[in-house]
T-cell receptor, first 115, second 116 residues
Framework: GAVVSQHPSWVICKSGTSVKIECRSLDFQATTMFWYRQFPKQSLMLMATSNEGSKATYEQGVEKDKFLINHASLTLSTLTVTSAHPEDSSFYIC???????????FGPGTRLTVL | AQKITQTQPGMFVQEKEAVTLDCTYDTSDPSYGLFWYKQPSSGEMIFLIYQGSYDQQNATEGRYSLNFQKARKSANLVISASQLGDSAMYFCAMRVEMGSQGNLIFGKGTKLSVKP
């Protein structure tokens, strides 16, 4: 069964609103989670690395004030897209690294459409 | 710079035949891991197989095997006895250990279509 969940699986919002996406590790504690973005017909690109109890590390070109990441517990990381615009429409996927199994598991993804 | 290259945007294979999906990588880190994921139209990333840089033998998982040629920096995925359900996007990915927290670097992907 799924070991990483994401909620919601899809969301449609109006331009200018904020959207929060949750990523949960279900059967292990994840000190590190990763947020990826995938535009249609493209590959996954790392946006940021989320560390429990500390600030996220953002990749070059990703606006930290626009994509707020909070990793408040060992099983939950959230990504908030603030003041969303149509160009933010994408597929957002999280992954959580399981140190016990030395690999990361992916959530099912969240499809965001900004009108 | 770390990089994954998948040179086949799309591949066709006849049902029950074997197919090889190409992947080459570039890293100066001696310790790394190579992954293959399947992404059907639903979008979920399905883990297929993993090869560590120090593993002596090629990884196998059921119908999937990884042809690891370290000197050539290639990690091709071989799918034997293709099934219609294998039609999907396939991504090769690499994780390096030095200077990272374990994130994956992905190739552009190969779209595999299995013909009945």
């Amino acid at each position: 069964g799924a070991v990483v969940s994401q909620h919601p699986s899809w969301v449609i919002c109006k331009s200018g609103t904020s959207v929060k996406i949750e990523c949960r590790s279900l059967d292990f504690q994840a000190t590190t989670m990763f947020w990826y973005r995938q535009f249609p017909k493209q590959s996954l690109m790392l946006m940021a690395t989320s560390n429990e109890g500390s600030k996220a590390t953002y990749e070059q070109g990703v606006e930290k004030d626009k994509f707020l990441i909070n990793h408040a517990s060992l099983t939950l990381s959230t990504l908030t897209v603030t003041s969303a615009h149509p160009e933010d429409s994408s597929f957002y996927i999280c992954s959580a690294r399981d140190p016990g199994r030395d690999r990361a598991f992916f959530g099912p993804g969240t499809r965001l459409t900004v009108l | 710079a770390q990089k994954i290259t998948q040179t086949q945007p799309g591949m066709f294979v006849q049902e029950k035949e074997a197919v090889t999906l190409d992947c080459t990588y570039d890293t100066s880190d001696p310790s790394y891991g190579l992954f293959w994921y399947k992404q059907p139209s639903s979008g979920e990333m399905i883990f297929l197989i993993y090869q560590g840089s120090y593993d002596q033998q090629n990884a196998t998982e059921g119908r999937y095997s990884l042809n690891f040629q370290k000197a050539r920096k290639s990690a091709n995925l071989v799918i034997s006895a293709s099934q219609l359900g294998d039609s999907a996007m396939y991504f090769c990915a690499m994780r390096v250990e030095m200077g990272s927290q374990g994130n994956l670097i992905f190739g552009k992907g190969t779209k595999l279509s299995v013909k009945p």
